[in-house]
Nanobody, 126 residues
Framework: QAQLVESGGGLVQAGGSLRLSCAAS????????MGWFRHAQGNERDFVTA????????DSADSVKGRFTMSRDKGQNTVYLQMSSLKPEDTAVYSC???????????????????WGQGTQVTVSS
């Protein structure tokens, strides 16, 4: 059974960094686009960043541009989210997801993802 498992979350002070990992198992996700979403208390699950399977390039929300970087290791079936200059408003549960689509319009929309991980909590203290 296909599964995505996130790790690397935790508590960090504002201005600090964290690196999240998302390990895939049960199938190969090399042909899938991968994305990161976050869900803060009281908010909807918001798009953070994604890597397109079509172009290999990334697209990111304005709120994280210049601070968050997504990468993938197809050989390890793993994607990463390097987060720097963290702010208290980045506090959320971060989830990775896999999508069969490759265009950024759909990759920004959580409804176009086929597989989801359970999420990992990131808490940024002020």
């Amino acid at each position: 059974q296909a599964q995505l498992v996130e790790s690397g979350g935790g508590l960090v002070q504002a201005g600090g960094s964290l690196r999240l990992s998302c390990a895939a198992s049960g199938r190969t996700f090399g042909s899938y686009s991968m994305g990161w979403f976050r869900h803060a208390q009281g908010n909807e699950r918001d798009f953070v960043t994604a890597i397109s399977s079509s172009s290999g390039n990334t697209d990111s929300a304005d709120s994280v541009k210049g601070r968050f970087t997504m990468s993938r290791d197809k050989g390890q079936n793993t994607v990463y989210l390097q987060m720097s200059s963290l702010k208290p408003e980045d506090t959320a549960v971060y989830s990775c997801a896999a999508s069969r689509y490759g265009d950024y319009v759909r990759l920004r929309n959580r409804t176009f993802y086929d597989y989801w991980g359970q999420g990992t909590q990131v808490t940024v203290s002020s």
